[in-house]
């Protein structure tokens, strides 16, 4: 059968990668972007999801902004581009492998890119959660998107995962979920990427 990209609280990681300060001015849609990904945290931790957070070079480009609400995850510095380091595998091994991932940060093009490469390789399905992630240039974060897909990563957004994760009204943290979408989304200009298609 086909992989359908079905997300699960059971088998899935959080990945929050390199929403540090210095970017905060370069980033397209950079506040709205932090803003997903501080609803994705907070629904991973009622759901109880792991997450995994890195630093690209912190001495130079700062700490993870606390918008985000990252406060007692360990941040992995790299120096690399994927976040798949050392330390993260290590981690992810020690959650039991985990076998799909949802992914936000930046940037598209570079770190979110190399970081769904190396994951997909490993046989891990990538959920890259679109409104959550971008990049310095609106058109290298929309060809990073397509060329992304193109690899075998499926294209979701915020809402959207939060909805999977519960899959209805019953489950026991529906009531707190539900409160993590009591206000839509922000548009981060996606709206371009689909008028192309």
């Keep these: 059968m086909a992989v359908i990209g079905r997300l699960s609280t059971k088998d899935a990681v959080l990945f929050l990668c390199d ?8 980033i397209f849609q950079f506040t709205n972007i932090v803003s997903n990904a501080a609803r994705l945290l907070q629904a991973s931790r009622v759901l109880g999801i ?6 690209q070079y912190p001495k130079g480009l700062g700490p993870t902004v606390p918008e985000l609400g990252a406060e007692g995850l360990t941040a992995h510095p790299k120096t690399s581009f994927t976040m798949m380091i050392e330390e993260v595998e290590k981690e992810m091994q020690a959650l039991g492998n985990p076998k799909q991932a949802i992914l936000c940060g ?3 093009h570079a770190c979110i890119a190399c970081t769904t490469f190396d994951l997909l390789e490993k046989g891990i399905e990538v959920h890259i959660v679109s409104d959550a992630v971008s990049s310095r240039s609106q058109t290298d974060r929309l060809f990073a998107l397509s060329r992304l897909k ?14 999977q994760l519960v899959q209805g009204a019953k489950h026991p ?10 206000h839509p989304s922000p548009d981060t200009g996606l709206l371009a990427y689909f008028s192309a298609l």
């Design 150 to 163: 193109q690899s075998g990563a499926f294209l979701t957004t915020t809402e959207a995962v939060l909805l």
């Design 50 to 55: 792991p997450a995994i957070l890195t630093e």
């Design 19 to 26: 929403m540090q300060e210095k970017f905060r001015p370069n």
């Design 173 to 182: 943290n529906f009531k707190e979920i539900q409160q993590l979408l009591m």
């Design 106 to 108: 930046i940037e598209a």
